[in-house]
């Protein structure tokens, strides 16, 4: 038997898969659609690799799936596809509408006729875990307590309206079908292989190049932070002991505003790859930090309480922020050619159009 992975191609999905095979010798059928941050390149430690089974298709592709489904003998899913980014979606939200909504309809539609098909003891032992944000609880003042998994839904964006819509369509199929479902809500992700329009990976890159490094409004935006790998082990965890129909959130404990996670990145990169090193005339990276107009709806503060998680199942990030943030620095300083082929074509577009 094998388990199938969709959006696995993009930034958290690639870990996943990666990580999976690390530790599992259980094949991988990874199904990714390979839009503009489904990236091959991603995976190119798997070449050759048999338990690795990669097809370019969508979720919304009711019969492929299901094929993929029956062929491979899946005794698991984890949904990882989705449109992902907030500033995307509010210049197009119709993809965000299609994928997270549509899509996820489709793919559970498949999901759930395939198992209906299975003999009882394998219908048991099945479970469709579906990977979702924190975002779809709105937004915290400084003074609220984390976001629990009872926290009301109050998505502000068309991104996470459409991932609270696609949690409650996994929610309803539970309910209504009783598919064994499982549903994990993060906190932002940091780490290897993150598309460069997301804030971490896009200073690094901007600031490698001396690029003005824009921060929306004051920068006093509060996030969770969250290494990919520790996502991945806590994904794995759920996925191997969680309470079917039950949301486990999962964040790393490390709030931090934007403005103190870029002046964090320029200080290791005046460490690592000083300025002088890059031929540009700065006296640190600092200097390149430019306050653009903040985006319509931009949530103030996000966080976590992963408190379930551990009580139930155990689960804790191996990595703070100040040891994540430094391999995730000195990944990109040692992937060069990564970089610089993801960051050609359709990516200059985008960042002309967002931060002229």
Same mark, same amino acid.
């Not at 690795?52 to 592709?61: L, Q």
């Not at 996820?104 to 009882?120: C, M, Q």
């Given at each position: ?76 899913? /984890?949904?990882?596809?989705?449109? +992902? ?5 509010? &210049?197009? !939200? *119709?993809?965000? $509408?299609?994928?997270? =909504? ?78 064994? /479902?499982?549903?994990?809500?993060? +906190? ?5 292989? &993150?598309? !460069? *329009?997301?804030? $971490?990976?896009?200073? =690094? ?152």
């Amino acid at each position: 038997m094998s388990i199938l992975v969709t959006g696995g191609a993009g930034f958290i999905g690639s870990n996943f898969v990666i990580e999976w095979l690390a530790a599992s010798s259980e094949p991988v059928v990874n199904l990714d659609n390979l839009t503009y941050a489904g990236n091959l390149e991603n995976l190119a430690s798997l070449e050759g690799d048999a338990r690795h089974v990669f097809v370019k298709g969508d979720i919304g592709d009711y019969e492929l799936v299901l094929r993929l489904l029956s062929e491979h003998k899946i005794r698991a899913v /984890v949904n990882f596809a989705a449109e +992902s980014h907030v500033d995307r979606s509010i &210049h197009g !939200p *119709e993809d965000f $509408i299609q994928t997270n =909504i549509v899509g996820t309809f489709r793919l559970l539609e498949a999901v759930r006729a395939y198992w209906n098909g299975l003999p009882e003891a394998e219908k048991m032992a099945f479970r469709f875990l579906h990977v979702s944000t924190d975002e779809v609880y709105g937004s915290l003042s400084p003074s609220d307590p984390a976001f629990t998994e009872n926290h009301r839904y109050e998505p502000n964006s068309p991104y996470s309206a459409s991932k609270a819509a696609s949690d409650h369509l996994v929610r309803a199929y539970h309910h209504t079908y009783g598919l064994p /479902v499982l549903t994990t809500n993060c +906190s932002n992700n940091y780490g290897p292989y &993150h598309f !460069p *329009e997301k804030l $971490i990976p896009l200073v =690094i890159h901007n600031a490698l190049a001396g690029k003005p490094l824009p921060i929306y409004g004051d920068g006093q935006q509060i996030r969770d932070w969250l290494y990919v790998t520790d996502h991945c082990s806590a994904i794995r965890r759920v996925l191997d002991a969680g309470r079917v129909g039950e949301v486990y959130n999962v964040g790393g404990w490390n709030e931090k505003s934007n403005l103190e996670v870029v002046h964090t990145l320029c200080d290791i990169l005046d460490e690592l790859a000083p300025p002088a090193t890059r031929n540009l005339q700065l006296a640190t990276f600092r200097s390149l930090i430019t306050f653009v107009k903040d985006r319509p709806g931009h949530d103030r503060r996000y966080a976590i309480d992963a408190t379930k998680l551990e009580r139930e199942l155990g689960w804790k990030p191996s990595e703070t922020f100040e040891t994540g943030i430094r391999k995730t620095v000195r990944w990109y300083l040692d992937h060069p050619d990564w970089v610089a082929n993801i960051t050609s074509g359709a990516y200059r577009e985008w960042v002309g159009k967002q931060y002229a």
